[in-house]
C-alpha cells in the first residue's frame, strides 16, 4: 500500500525539518565542541560564542518542531520511535540543557572554574548529540527489533552496532568540521587562524566517513532486496561534496562552508530515500512501520497542512533575515573584557586599556 | 514567569521608546538580564515537553496522536520559533536593528511566550474535555473531526486567561520582592519606585483578574469535572444546598465516612458552583457510583486530600497576594510607598505565594483529572509506554530531577546576585561600539 499523497507531503515537510535541522544545528554543535580548542583567552571565547549567540535557541526549534511535526503527522512512528529510543533520547535532551543554559551561565561569573564548567558542558553538550543523532538515524534505515505490536523491543545496546556508529561518526566530524569552516567565515584574527587549521584536519575525516558510510549503505541495500537508485546517488553525491569540502576546507572557507552544508543535506536526502516509504524499518520479528499505518488521518494531516503553509515561509523568512542581520565577523578585540563602566568609556573614547587578565594563547607552533 | 517579565520588559522599553527618558533604558537593561536568566532555564523544558508523550506515554499518543499531537506541533510552528528567533534578536540586536525593530524584536517575543501558552493549554484542556474528536471503532484511535473545536474549547479559553493572568501576576509578585528589597535600601529609588508603581497596579488587575476567570473556570469544571469540583471541596455526599469548606482533617485513608474537623460557610459552594445559594453540588460518592455505571467496576476519585489542599492553597495564596498588591498600589498612588516599610519587608517573601499558587494551582487541575488521563475516554493506567521499563523511568526522572534541581539551584542564585547587583549606573546609547554587550553573554 503506498502512502497517500498527504502523507508523502508530511514525510516530505518532515525530512526537511530535520535537514534544516542538522544543517543550522550542525554548525553550531561544531561551534560548541571547538570552543576551547579555537579560543583561548576568555575575549575570544566570547567573540566564539557570539558568532552563534543570536541563532542557536532558533536552530534548536528545528529539532522541536520535527518531534511535534512526526507526533502530529505520525503519531505511530513517534509512539514506537520516541519510547523505542528512550535512554539516547534522554541523554540527547540532557546534553542539548545543559548546552543551552551553558550560553546564558557562562558569562555570569569570571571563576575561572565556573567558566570552564561551563565551556565543557557545551563542548560535551555539542558532542554528544553530534554523536547520537547519527547513530539514530543509521539505525532507523538499517532497522531495528520491532515485536508484532508495533513496540520496539531492544535496548541502547541493540543501537551501537558497527553501522550505527559509524552513522554516529559520520555527523561527528562532519557537524566538527561545518563549524570549523562556519568560525573561519565568521571570525578574524587569531581565532580565524585556527578555525581554519580546524578545518584542514576535520573535513577530510569528515569526508572519509561519509564515503565510508555510503559505500557500506550501498551495499546493505544490496543485501536486502536491491540498491535503492535515488538514494545511492544520493550518498554517493554527499561523499562527492564532501570530500570536495576537504579540499576547500581552510581555503576558501565559504565554499567549503557551502559544501560541507551539501554534504549534510544530501547525505540526509539520501537517508530519507532509503526509508521511504516506510516510517521505521524493522529487523523482525514484526514488520516495518509503514508512513502509511504510522500516519493521523487525512483530516488532521489537512489541518497541519494549511497551518504550515501559512508558517513556514514566515519562520524561514524572519530566520533567514536574523542571518542576515548577524553577518559581521568577529574577533577578540571586539571583546576585551569590560570591569567597569570606565572600560566602556575608554572604549568608546578609543583609549581602551588592557583589561583582560588571561594568560595571551601561546603562538609558537605546536605549544598547545 | 518568563511571560510576565517579558510582558513588563517591553512595557519599559516602550516606554523608553515614547519618551528617551534614560531611567527607562535603565529599567529595560536590569529586568531584561534578570528575565534572561529565567529565560534560559526554562527555554530548555521545552524540549523534554515536546518529547515526553513518545518516550513515556506511547500508548497515549498512539491514542489520541491525531488530536493531540497538532496543537504541539503548532505550538513549534508558531511560538517556539518565534520566541526564540527573537530572543536573539532582541539580545544581540541592540544597535544593529533600529530602535523601532528591536522594540518589536521584545513585543514578538512576548507574543511568542503567550502564543505557546495557549497552543499547550489547549492540547491540555483536551484531556480535560475532550471536544471535536470521534472514536474510530476500526483502528481503536481517538480521530479529530474539528480543529476548531480544539482551539476553542471553552476549557482552554478559561484556562488562557487564568493562566496568562497568573503568569503576570507570578513575574509581577517576583519583581516587587525585588523592587522592596532595593527601595528599602533606598537604592536607585528612581528605577525601582518607577518599576513598582507600574508592577503593583499591574498585579492588583492581574491577581483580580486571575480569581475572577478562576471563579468562571470553577463554575464550567462544575459542569465539565464534576468529580474534580467534588474533590476540591472533599464533598463526599451530593449536597443541596452545599457548604464551602474553609479548614478539614480527617483520615487520610481514602473516601472517609466523616471529616474529623470541618469548618464550613453554609450555602456558599452552592452559590460559587451554581450561582444559585441553594444550588445542588454533586458528591464524590454519587459520582463515582455514576462513573461505575458508565464506564465499569473501578475508583473514579482522585487523591481528594490532595485536591483538596491544594486548591486552597492555590486560593490563599492568590488572595494574599491581591490585598498586598491592592494595599501598595494605594500606597503607592499616594505617594506613601517608600514609608511603608512593613509592607516593603512583606513584599520580599510574598515572592513565594506566586510559585506556591502556580505549582498547586496544576497539581490540583492534573491531580484532579485522575484516575484519567483523558477525561471519559483514557486511563493514566493505560497511557504510558508499556516497553520502557521501570528501570528506565527511575533513571530519566532522577536525571532530569537533579539536571533541572541543579540548574534551578544556579539559576536562582544568579538571579538572586544580578538582583541585588541593581542596575548598571549607565546604560550606552545604541550607537555606541557594542552596545549588544548590555545584555549579552
Known amino acids: 500500500m503506498n502512502p497517500t499523497t498527504l502523507q508523502v507531503i508530511w514525510f516530505l515537510l518532515i525530512s526537511i525539518l530535520w535537514l534544516g535541522y542538522f544543517v543550522l544545528e ?51 512512528l513517534y509512539a514506537t520511535l520516541f519510547s523505542g529510543f528512550y535512554l539516547a533520547l534522554f541523554l540527547i535532551l540532557a546534553a542539548l540543557i545543559a548546552r543551552g543554559v551553558a550560553f546564558e551561565f557562562w558569562g555570569k561569573d569570571d571563576d575561572p572554574r565556573w567558566r570552564a564548567t561551563w565551556e565543557w558542558a557545551l563542548t560535551i553538550g555539542s558532542a554528544l548529540p553530534a554523536l547520537l543523532w547519527g547513530v539514530a538515524w543509521a539505525n532507523i534505515i538499517r532497522g531495528v527489533p520491532v515485536d508484532a505490536q508495533g513496540e520496539f523491543n531492544g535496548t541502547l545496546l541493540s543501537l551501537l552496532n558497527p553501522y550505527g556508529l559509524l552513522g554516529g561518526v559520520v555527523t561527528l566530524s562532519l557537524f566538527a568540521a561545518h563549524g570549523a569552516s562556519f568560525l573561519s567565515l565568521r571570525t ?20 572519509a566517513a561519509v564515503v565510508a558510510f555510503a559505500a557500506w549503505t550501498i551495499v546493505r541495500q544490496g543485501d536486502h532486496g536491491g540498491v535503492q537508485a535515488v538514494s545511492a546517488v544520493l550518498v554517493v553525491l554527499a561523499a562527492l561534496c564532501g570530500a570536495g569540502a576537504a579540499l576547500r576546507a581552510g581555503v576558501r572557507p565559504g565554499v567549503a562552508f557551502g559544501l560541507s552544508a551539501l554534504t549534510i543535506l544530501l547525505l540526509f536526502c539520501g537517508i530519507f530515500a532509503d526509508l521511504y516509504p516506510n516510517a521505521l524499518v524493522s529487523t523482525g520479528p514484526g514488520p516495518s512501520l509503514t508512513l502509511r499505518a504510522a500516519s ?33 565577523r568577529l574577533g577578540a578585540e571586539d571583546f576585551g573584557e569590560i570591569h567597569s563602566p570606565i572600560d566602556l568609556l575608554a572604549r568608546h573614547t578609543g583609549g581602551g586599556r588592557e583589561a583582560d587578565a588571561d594568560e595571551p594563547a601561546p603562538t609558537a607552533p605546536g605549544a598547545s | 514567569m518568563t511571560i510576565g517579565m517579558a510582558v513588563f520588559v517591553a512595557v519599559c522599553q516602550t516606554l523608553h521608546y515614547r519618551t528617551g527618558r534614560e531611567v527607562y533604558a535603565r529599567m529595560t537593561q536590569f529586568w531584561g538580564k534578570l528575565m534572561l536568566i ?35 506541533a503548532m505550538e513549534g510552528l508558531a511560538a517556539f520559533f518565534l520566541e526564540s528567533t527573537f530572543i536573539g534578536l532582541w539580545l544581540f540586536g541592540r544597535g544593529k536593528l533600529s530602535p523601532r525593530i528591536h522594540l518589536a524584536s521584545i513585543w514578538a517575543l512576548a507574543g511568542g511566550t503567550m502564543l505557546s501558552a495557549y497552543f499547550i493549554l489547549a492540547a491540555n484542556s483536551w484531556m480535560q474535555h475532550p471536544v471535536g474528536y470521534k472514536l474510530n471503532a476500526g483502528s481503536g484511535r481517538a480521530e479529530m473531526t474539528s480543529i476548531l473545536d480544539v482551539l476553542t474549547n471553552s476549557t482552554a479559553l478559561y484556562a488562557f486567561g487564568h493562566t496568562i493572568l497568573g503568569a ?91 471529616l474529623n474537623v470541618n469548618i464550613k460557610i453554609p450555602h456558599t459552594l452552592s452559590l460559587m458552583a451554581t450561582n444559585s445559594f441553594n444550588g445542588k453540588v454533586e458528591g464524590i460518592n454519587d459520582i463515582n457510583r455514576e462513573y461505575q455505571r458508565k464506564y465499569g467496576p473501578g475508583e ?26 491592592a494595599f501598595g498600589f494605594w500606597r503607592a498612588r499616594s505617594g506613601r510607598l517608600l ?12 515572592a513565594a505565594l506566586p510559585f506556591i499558587a502556580n505549582s498547586t494551582g496544576w497539581l490540583f487541575t492534573e491531580m484532579g483529572r485522575q484516575p484519567w488521563a483523558v477525561m471519559g475516554l483514557l486511563r493514566t493506567d493505560d497511557a ?58
Open chain 2, 38 to 72: 529565567s529565560f534560559a532555564v526554562g527555554v530548555v523544558t521545552g524540549i523534554v515537553q515536546e518529547f515526553q508523550f513518545g518516550m513515556n506515554w506511547s500508548n497515549y499518543s498512539r491514542y489520541v496522536g491525531d488530536i493531540f499531537g497538532a496543537p504541539l
Open chain 1, 296 to 328: 493521523s488521518t487525512n483530516y488532521t494531516l489537512t489541518v497541519m497542512t494549511v497551518v504550515a503553509v501559512v508558517f513556514v515561509p514566515i519562520v524561514l523568512a524572519y530566520q533567514a533575515w536574523t542571518y542576515w542581520v548577524f553577518r559581521a
Open chain 1, 26 to 76: 550542525g554548525f553550531d554543535f561544531g561551534v560548541g565542541m571547538l570552543l576551547r580548542h579555537v579560543a583561548r583567552t576568555n575575549p575570544e571565547k566570547r567573540a566564539v560564542m557570539h558568532t552563534i549567540g543570536p541563532v542557536w535557541d532558533g536552530n534548536e526549534v528545528w529539532l522541536l518542531v520535527a518531534g511535534g511535526a512526526t507526533f502530529a503527522a505520525f503519531p505511530e
Open chain 2, 300 to 325: 473514579y476519585a482522585p487523591i481528594v486530600a490532595v485536591t483538596y489542599w491544594t486548591f486552597r492553597f492555590m486560593v490563599g495564596s492568590g488572595t494574599i497576594m491581591l490585598l498586598l498588591a
Open chain 1, 188 to 207: 578574524t584574527g587569531v581565532i580565524e587562524e585556527r578555525s581554519r587549521a580546524a578545518a584542514r584536519a576535520l573535513a577530510p575525516m569528515a569526508a
Open chain 2, 168 to 258: 503576570l501576576a507570578t513575574a509581577g509578585m517576583l519583581m516587587l520582592a525585588v523592587c522592596a528589597w532595593h527601595l528599602l535600601r533606598r537604592n536607585e529609588i528612581d528605577v525601582f519606585g518607577r518599576s513598582a508603581n507600574i508592577l503593583l497596579g499591574g498585579v492588583t488587575v492581574a491577581a483580580l483578574g486571575t480569581m475572577v476567570i478562576g471563579h468562571f473556570n470553577g463554575q464550567l469544571m462544575e459542569r465539565q469535572q464534576p468529580m474534580k469540583m467534588a474533590a476540591a471541596e472533599a464533598l463526599f455526599n451530593t449536597s443541596k444546598p452545599a457548604a464551602f469548606s474553609l479548614f478539614a482533617v480527617s483520615h487520610v485513608e481514602h473516601n472517609p465516612k466523616h
Open chain 2, 339 to 350: 514609608d511603608s516599610r512593613l509592607l516593603l519587608r512583606l513584599l520580599i517573601p510574598a
Open chain 2, 384 to 441: 504510558n509506554s508499556p516497553i520502557v521499563s521501570s528501570a528506565q523511568i527511575v533513571v530519566t526522572l532522577v536525571g532530569y530531577t537533579l539536571l533541572y534541581g541543579v540548574l534551578g539551584a544556579i539559576g536562582g542564585r544568579l538571579f538572586v546576585r544580578e538582583a541585588k547587583h541593581g542596575p548598571r549606573t549607565d546604560v550606552p546609547p545604541a550607537d555606541a561600539e557594542r552596545p549588544d554587550l548590555v545584555l549579552a553573554y
